[in-house]
Every structure is written in structure tokens, then in C-alpha cells.
């Protein structure tokens, strides 16, 4: 079987490098020349663990190859994954699902093979089955093709181990067509014990946002009671281990902190909203706008610490901010919260330098305006506050030591709730956590 995968970003690459290690023969497409001449070339224009090395090996092997034409795509397979952007379109928080129906468009004009494709991206409910009576009409006369949906759960960091071991499959077509299809291109998985759900078009599209949904919804719910404790007092972190000790709950997805940013929760939980509104269920979704909000506010909250923090500090202190990426592990800083609360203390006068070990490049191209030293210690030097936002492992390490003769003031404000309030106090810093009543 030869497998196309069209649209090669965060999602697209993994998922062709994958197919690759599976054994099949994979052709990746995608609009943008850039990315198609990176990875032809077996460089990953992204950091992923564990990606280069299997994009490389498969690249080399001839196993994986890419390329910007549809024609070579829609002739080198009969097997197309659709896995371009789903982003957010308007205000109101509408999906766009433009690129989709775009990559179908252009693949049907040039399909003369039956043919099955797959829907990857995560897409408002009922894309699926308008897409299956797109291709019905427009797909040349005397070829077939099918239409799937098969939403992808990778988490980015893990991305490899997600796709090659994820945690379970689901399969949405119509009436079963493309079952045995999908099961083939899924063996090594579903021999491996992979659960999988065989459902319909709408199921399949809804597990993928109501998993997001439900991780916002978590995330926002331990940062509610942040709120709360910040004012009456009380742990946060007691609270979410005594709490996530029960099983019907967990302790995942329950640690309080500056909130969740990247390329889909945000969007995803906005896009629910109106196509919710859409199908005439006017408040049923309500709840998510109250995530969102709250979700937002915690960056509000960091803020409001670092000016608390460097009140009569003096003209344009300086601000030193540990993280970038939206999460560790990986360099996407789409809607990240730490280079969000970076650029809101720019903008309030703050000399904002920016630190990420490995998202410096493309923070630097999404906000120009900040500084970007190489190095922790050349953020750090002179700051009057520090402040974590993206929990590297590398910062959740740091000792008082670390930094003690590097900065000009002994602020440091955790936005992670990573850190050991009492090394930080012992060691003379003036300290701040999310979830925290400030001392007297
Ligand atoms: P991305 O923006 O990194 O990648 C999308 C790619 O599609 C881009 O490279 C773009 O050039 C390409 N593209 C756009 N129009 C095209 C066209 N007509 N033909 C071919 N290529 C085209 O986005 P992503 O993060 O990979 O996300 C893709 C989808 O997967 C989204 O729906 C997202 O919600 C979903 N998803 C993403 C993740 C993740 O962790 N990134 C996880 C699960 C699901």
C-alpha cells in the first residue's frame, strides 16, 4: 500500500515519518516549498524528540519523500491522510476550514484511481460527511472515492511514541467503508493491543474535541481554585494531589499554573462553541467560554505579580523570562502563554529577555521585539525579576545558587508551580506561585 499524507506540519510530518516506520511507502505534500525542501532533505523544521532521526532514516532509506505537487501525489497513492490547519477563523472562534477543502479540492482534480482518503485534522462536527458528498460529486467519472475520519490525539513532545503506541484508534466512516483500509495501515498497532473505536462519521470528529474540552475544562478547573486560595489561602498543590488521588478523577492535567496555550486546546474549545451555536444549541457549550476566560486570566495574574513584584523598582526594569514554547518539549510557540505574558511586559515598559532552550527561533519570528540571549545566564544577568513560564526541566532544576549572583534583585515569580517555595525563601529571593495567598 502506498500512502499519501497531505499537509506536513507538526502533525503531517510525524504522521508520514510513522507511516514510514511501519513499512509503507509514504509520499508527504504539502503547499508550502519551504517545509517540502527542508524535509526532502531530511531536516525537521520543527523540533519533535525522536523525529529527525526516523525522518532521516526514512528519507534515506527512499522510503519517505516529499514533494509540492498533487499530481505526483494523487499518482503515487491510492491511501491520502489529510492532516493540513485547522486554525482558528474569526473572532467568534469559528474553525477555518478552508485548507481542508482546499486539499481535497486539488487532490480530486487529479485522482484517477480509486481512492480512500482520511481526515486527520480536527475539524467542526459534520466536515466529514459534507466532505464525503464533496468528493462524491467531484471525483471523475468512473473512480471512486471514499472518505474516512481518523482524529489524531499525538500530544507534541511525544509525538513519535503517540503515533507508533497511541493510547487508542478511532476510525469514523460511513457504513463501515474504509474499515479494513484503516485496520490494514494500523496493524503493528492493533496487533500491539491498541483499543479501537469503529464509529461513525460525527462520533469520530467529536471524541477529538471533547478530549480537548475535557483537558481545558481540567485545567481550567484547578486554576479556578487557584483563584480561590489565592485569596482565602490554602495549597494548591495539596489540594490538586488530595484530590487527584481519587480515580474517577486523576492527577493529570491538575497542576495550577499560567494555563494552557499551543495550536489546538485554545482553538479547539472556541471552535466547539460556535459550531455548537451553529446547530442551534445556543448555550450548551456556555461552560467553555467561563475556561477560556479563566484560562486567560492567569496571565493576567502573572503580570499583575511582576508589577507587584518591582513596584518603585525605578525606570524599565528588567525582566528575564524562563520559557517560550507554549509546553516543554517542543518549539511551538503558537498562542504559548509564556511569550504572551513576555510580550504584555514589553508592551507595560518592562525590558523583557527571553530564554527557551530550544523555541528562541520561532519565538524570535513571532515576536521580534523581544530579546533573546542564548544562554540562561545572559537572560538572567542584571534582571530585578525572574520569571518561569514553561516547565523545562532545566528550569524546574534551578537552585537559588544557580542565580544568586547573576541578577540584580531576588524576584522570582513561578508561573509553573515547579519550584520549592522554601529552597527559594531559605535562600533569600522574594518569592511568588499561582495559587499562593501572598505573605503579610
Ligand atoms: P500546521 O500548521 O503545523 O500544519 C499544517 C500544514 O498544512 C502546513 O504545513 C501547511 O503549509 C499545510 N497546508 C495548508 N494548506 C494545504 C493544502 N491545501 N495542501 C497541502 N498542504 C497544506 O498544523 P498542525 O499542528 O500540524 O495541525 C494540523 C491539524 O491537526 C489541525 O487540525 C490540528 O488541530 C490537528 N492536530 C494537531 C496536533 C498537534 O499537536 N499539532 C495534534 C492533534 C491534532
Given at each position: 500500500m502506498r500512502i499519501s499524507v497531505i499537509g506536513t506540519g507538526y502533525l503531517g510530518a510525524t504522521h508520514a515519518a510513522c507511516l514510514a516506520e511501519m513499512g509503507f511507502e509514504v509520499i508527504g505534500m504539502d503547499t508550502d516549498p519551504a517545509k517540502v525542501a527542508a524535509l526532502a532533505e531530511g531536516r525537521l523544521p520543527f523540533h519533535e524528540?525522536?523525529?529527525?532521526?526516523?525522518?532521516?532514516?526514512?528519507?534515506?532509506?527512499?522510503?519517505?519523500?516529499?514533494?509540492?505537487?498533487m499530481a505526483e501525489t494523487a499518482a503515487f497513492a491510492n491511501v491520502h491522510f489529510l492532516a493540513v490547519g485547522t486554525p482558528q477563523a474569526s473572532e467568534d472562534g469559528t474553525a477555518d476550514v478552508s485548507q481542508i477543502d482546499g486539499a481535497l479540492r486539488a487532490l480530486l482534480a487529479h485522482v484517477d484511481q480509486d481512492a480512500l482518503v482520511i481526515g486527520k485534522s480536527t475539524v467542526p462536527v459534520g466536515t466529514a460527511r459534507r466532505l464525503a458528498s464533496m468528493a462524491k460529486k467531484l471525483a471523475r467519472p468512473g473512480t471512486t472515492v471514499e472518505l474516512a475520519w481518523n482524529p489524531e490525539f499525538l500530544r507534541e513532545g511525544y509525538a513519535v511514541k503517540d503515533t507508533l503506541a497511541p493510547d487508542r484508534l478511532v476510525f469514523g466512516t460511513d457504513s463501515g467503508t474504509g474499515l479494513p483500509i484503516l485496520r490494514n495501515v494500523y496493524a503493528t498497532a492493533l496487533a500491539a493491543g491498541?483499543?479501537?473505536v469503529e464509529t461513525d462519521f460525527e462520533t469520530a470528529e467529536l471524541v477529538k474535541v471533547a478530549a480537548n474540552a475535557f483537558l481545558a475544562t481540567k485545567i481550567s478547573f484547578i486554576n479556578a481554585f487557584a483563584e480561590i486560595t489565592e485569596v482565602a489561602g490554602g495549597d494548591i498543590t495539596t489540594l490538586a494531589d488530595a484530590i487527584g488521588m481519587d480515580e474517577r478523577i486523576g492527577r493529570r492535567f491538575l497542576n495550577a499554573g499560567v494555563g494552557f496555550g499551543g495550536g489546538c486546546l485554545p482553538k479547539d474549545i472556541r471552535a466547539l462553541q460556535a459550531r455548537t451555536r451553529e446547530l442551534g444549541l445556543g448555550n450548551t457549550m456556555d461552560f467553555l467560554a467561563s475556561v477560556d476566560a479563566l484560562n486567560l486570566r492567569r496571565r493576567d495574574k502573572v503580570v499583575e505579580l511582576v508589577e507587584l513584584a518591582l513596584t518603585g523598582s525605578g525606570a524599565r526594569p528588567q525582566v528575564a523570562i524562563l520559557g517560550a514554547s507554549f509546553k516543554p518539549e517542543s518549539d511551538d510557540v503558537r498562542d504559548s502563554p509564556a511569550l504572551d505574558v513576555a510580550a504584555r511586559l514589553h508592551e507595560r515598559g518592562f525590558a523583557v529577555s527571553v530564554f527557551d532552550p530550544i523555541a528562541r527561533h520561532s519565538a524570535a519570528q513571532r515576536r521580534p521585539e523581544l530579546d533573546y540571549p542564548e544562554t540562561i545566564e545572559g537572560a538572567v544577568a542584571g534582571a530585578d525579576a525572574v520569571v518561569l513560564l514553561t516547565e523545562w526541566r532545566q528550569f524546574r532544576e534551578l537552585v537559588p545558587g544557580d542565580l544568586d549572583a547573576l541578577v540584580r534583585r531576588r524576584n522570582i515569580i513561578d508561573g509553573r508551580n515547579v519550584l520549592d517555595a522554601a529552597q527559594w525563601l531559605d535562600g533569600g529571593w522574594n518569592f511568588w506561585q499561582l495559587g499562593r495567598k501572598p505573605a503579610d
Open positions: 524528540p525522536a523525529l529527525p532521526e526516523l525522518l532521516r532514516k526514512h528519507v534515506q532509506s527512499g522510503r519517505l519523500r516529499f514533494t509540492t505537487s491498541t483499543p479501537l
